[in-house]
């Protein structure tokens, strides 16, 4: 029987895997079952997403990659927002408490929480017998009034995408044996699909850039062409989209001609950040952005109207997409 100050194999696995997570003052040590997060003034934006084990993840992708990818999947939201990370807070639901994935899944959220400065605030654990699943909810800081919604996106704005799109979709059909696996057969361009698949690359550098220049922005998790629907409907506008102009990757160009571009643009989990940007701010968005570090690429504009927005190919003519996006339902 145990004593009443003896610990529950839930309290021990906290302390032992995300408790030396926990530095952040308003964390209480995860003793509580709250913390503390300080607004200094500004707006909390607030972001949640979650990682479910055969949907955004292979049971086989290892434990460091499925932490990574579960925490900067929200700081892409927080990032598309113009906000600075603050915090997360983290539920597991796991089918055993192996520490041979635990611990470096914990050692790899532990190492972006550093490195994205977004401390861990507390969370929950729980057991599930289906598949594993985990939810983060972070927080981020903008100056009062000051976040990028969907909603400004105006007649004569340009449209803008950073990075690359399609590498994820591909580098999850190359996993699992698709199309994309027959037709990319070098070794390091099979890797850096794999890896765009496994691990996203945040554009939290370019939060304030965002800010500072866009009218409308959001992530793209879904699939460009969908989330850009649904960007134009939020503002209440359309859009003409230059499909040539879409940056792809090297190893995605060896790929397009075999799956075609509506898999590059409908295939989700690129992670990057889709904005509208008046005019006469484009050039210093494209300025900062560079400075930053950051690609981004102009592939249209937006017009007046509520239709849905035309993609165009390079001879001019209307390019039909049959599949916008991945929906979970």
Known sequence: MATPHSPSAEDSLIARYFKPLATDPGALGLVDDAAILSSCGDDIVVTTDAVVEGVHYLATDPPDTV????????????AAKGASPAGFVLTLALRSKEDAWLRPFADALGE????????????DTVSTPGPQMISITAFGRVPKGRMVGRTGARPGDLVFVT????????????????VAASAVTDPAARDYLIGRYRVPQ???????????????????SDGLAGDLAKLCA????????DAHQ??????????????GLETLVSGGDDYEILCAVPEGRSAGFSRDAGQAGVQVTMIGTIISGQGAPQWIDAQGREVT?????YSHF
């Open 246 to 259: 879409v940056p792809a990757s090297p190893a995605a160009a060896i790929a397009v001609s075999a799956v």
């Open 202 to 220: 945040p554009r939290s550098a370019l939060a304030h850039i965002v800010r500072e220049h866009a009218s409308a922005a959001m992530d793209v």
């Open 321 to 325: 997409l049959r599949r916008l996006s």
């Open 163 to 178: 990075g690359t799109i399609g590498d994820a979709a591909l580098g999850l059909d190359v996993l699992t044996g698709g």
């Open 234 to 241: 939020a503002s209440g506008v359309s859009a003409m989209i």
């Open 67 to 78: 932490a990574r990818k579960a925490l900067r999947v929200n700081l892409s939201d927080l």
């Open 112 to 123: 972006d929480a550093k490195t994205f400065a977004c401390p861990l605030l507390g969370g």
